[in-house]
């Protein structure tokens, strides 16, 4: 952890300030999306075939209520 802290910060000293911002909107988008793609898959896991209608099971049971 130590060693790749040490590489971003000689990255970061490298690209030109003016650049380090969108290279920041770049980075915080990947890790957003990693985030969720992360959240989606545990999901997932969890889910039982149960767990979801059909369109015609959901119509049904909003008819009931």
Not at 20 to 26: A, F, H, R
Request: net charge negative; hydrophobic share 45%; glycine share 0%.
């Amino acid at each position: 952890m130590n060693l790749q802290r040490i590489r971003i910060h000689q990255v970061i000293e490298l690209v030109d300030p003016d650049d380090l911002e969108n290279l920041w909107v770049m980075v915080e988008s990947y890790y957003y999306d990693m985030y969720m793609t992360k959240a989606i898959q545990e999901a997932k896991k969890s889910q039982q075939p149960w767990d979801t209608l059909t369109h015609e099971e959901a119509l049904r049971l909003l008819m009931f209520l």
